[in-house]
Nanobody, 123 residues
């Protein structure tokens, strides 16, 4: 069955970097689009980035454009989210999700979700 497992979160100072991993099983990472979402306390889940199926087109929220990079490695069956120049407002639980062929900003478009990984940006 389809499963996603995130890792790589942690505590980092403002301006620092983290790389999140999303290991997929039950499908290959270029078969479905894979999105990254985040949810801060008291806020709605929001789309951060997405990599489409097949062609691997990438999309970013305006708030992370130029700082975050999404990529995938087929032989590892893993999607990565490289996060640079982190800001305190990036603090949230980060999730990867899949289940559709197209990237979508609406979390309800995704059928399968990982358990999430906490990212905290603080001095």
């Amino acid at each position: 069955q389809v499963q996603l497992v995130e890792s790589g979160g942690g505590l980092v100072q403002p301006g620092g970097s983290l790389r999140l991993s999303c290991v997929a099983s039950g499908f290959t990472v270029d078969y479905y689009a894979i999105g990254w979402f985040r949810q801060a306390p008291g806020k709605e889940r929001e789309g951060v980035s997405c990599i489409s199926s097949r062609e691997g087109d990438t999309y970013y929220a305006d708030s992370v454009e130029g700082r975050f990079t999404v990529s995938r490695e087929k032989f590892e069956n893993t999607v990565y989210l490289q996060m640079d120049s982190l800001k305190p407002e990036d603090t949230a639980v980060y999730y990867c999700a899949t289940g559709d062929f197209l990237c979508d900003n609406d979390p309800s478009a995704y059928k399968y979700w990982g358990q999430g990984t906490q990212v905290t940006v603080s001095s």
